[in-house]
């Protein structure tokens, strides 16, 4: 199967994303070694981001098997486009919405950015209806 230039680069984007899920791993790592305060003391902060941490690397393995479906559709290459698009932006916007919305230690509650969250899992729900449904016809 020939890769498209426009899959490439949105799994090139996805990819640079990945020492990024890495060094959030460290960091959750580091906090809990040495109890780090803003964190386990922190209950709406820890489960936060370790969503934002699971939800970044689940959703880059995802969103990159999906980009080869997109490939393997019939879909117009405009909805191609679009169904590409969407599924890549989750991986991005969830854990940006778990991760900045706790952003400080003393954080207890998540503030405005909780909305990139329900955006990336909009955009999830969205791009991979439509994946489906190009699938199937």
């Known amino acids: 199967m020939q890769i498209s230039p426009p899959t490439m680069t949105l799994a090139g984007i996805i990819l640079i994303t990945v020492p990024g899920i890495a060094f959030g791993g460290l960091t959750l790592l580091k906090f809990l070694m040495r ?3 803003g964190y386990l003391d922190n209950p709406v902060r820890r489960g936060l981001w370790r969503a934002g941490h699971a939800h970044a690397g689940v959703l880059v ?3 990159l098997v999906a980009l ?3 490939e393997a559709s019939a879909m117009a290459e405009w909805l191609k486009w679009t169904v590409r698009v ?3 932006a989750a991986p991005i916007l969830m854990p940006l919405g778990f991760f900045l919305s706790v952003l400080r230690p003393g954080d207890t509650r998540p503030n405005r950015l909780i909305w990139l969250t329900k955006a990336g899992g909009a955009s999830l729900a ?3 209806l439509t994946l489906g449904v190009g699938l199937l016809l």
């Open 126 to 128: 969205l791009g991979t």
């Open 86 to 88: 969407l599924i890549a």
């Open 61 to 63: 393995l995802f969103s």
């Open 68 to 70: 080869l479906f997109v």
């Open 35 to 37: 109890g780090e305060p």
